[in-house]
């Protein structure tokens, strides 16, 4: 899709200047808090642990921070105990939102994003209004002049990867969510350089957003993902480059 960007993409390119370190550190723990509770404490058997630990170490939480966050978890030290809540929404246009929070208040979370829904032009959708258009896989985007194209069919193959897109200046590549940790501990293991590496909730179809009603969503999006307690967002959106550089 040349000249436009997916959600990932503009997630990747605004993270950095948007948010705060202290804010994706909390963010962070709170993943790695919540997957020991529901796994154990010992990432050898936890994948959902590893990646979250990772995540940590990649962004340079320190290990005593990590480990801390593991305890509470795990509940050898005292901490906040957190749900799980998956939201739905749409946004200007039609466009599809899912949200993937940590609270320990059901009720505060609910009212604050519907406000912020109702504030950008969006509505908080009801359970499964939206999730049927997503499924969750590996998300790697790897930058185009790192390999040649017959590189990457080749390295696809060779580690696992189901799908593979061009998107711009990098390259895209997918994962069965069950294949994830393999696929990635693979591509460090080969020193593939990797822009993003996540599990996602990858959209099978996508709206493209144009003007203000752009600009309108992705304030929404980035007032979704700034919100304390929402620890992903993902959108089946698309934009334009021109409208993606009138918004920033």
């Known amino acids: 899709m040349a000249g436009h960007s997916k959600w990932a993409n503009i997630q990747h390119r605004k993270s950095a200047v948007d948010q705060k370190r202290a804010r994706r550190w909390t963010k962070i723990l709170r993943e790695v808090t919540v997957s020991a509770r529901l ?18 170490r990649v962004d340079n939480v320190p290990n ?25 929404g749409y946004g200007p246009g039609g466009v599809a939102i899912i949200l993937e929070a940590m609270t ?6 609910v009212a ?23 499924e969750r896989r590996g998300y790697f985007e790897i930058e185009r002049d790192a390999m040649s194209e017959e590189e990457l069919m080749e390295l696809a193959l060779e580690v696992g990867v189901e799908d593979i897109e061009t998107a711009g200046a990098s390259y895209e590549l ?17 020193e593939v350089p990797m822009v993003v590496k996540q ?23 980035e007032a979704l993902e700034d919100h304390d307690d929402v620890q992903h967002v993902w959108a089946n959106l698309t934009v334009d480059e021109e409208a993606l550089a009138a918004a920033e």
């Open 39 to 56: 796994g154990g404490g010992d990432p050898a058997v936890n994948p959902r642990l590893r990646s979250a630990i990772q995540e940590a």
């Open 64 to 88: 005593d921070t990590i480990d801390r966050a593991v305890k509470k978890g795990t509940g050898e030290l005292e901490g906040a105990s957190y749900d799980e809540i998956v939201y739905e």
């Open 104 to 109: 320990d208040n059901r009720n505060r979370t």
């Open 112 to 134: 604050e994003l519907r406000h912020l829904f109702s504030r950008h032009d969006g509505s908080l959708g009801e359970t499964n209004s939206v999730a049927w258009l997503f």
């Open 174 to 190: 997918y994962s069965a969510y069950e294949d994830y940790a393999a696929v990635r501990e693979e591509l460090e293991r080969r």
């Open 199 to 221: 599990l996602a909730m990858v959209p099978s179809s996508t709206v493209e957003v144009e003007g203000g009603a752009a600009k309108t969503t992705l304030r929404l999006l």
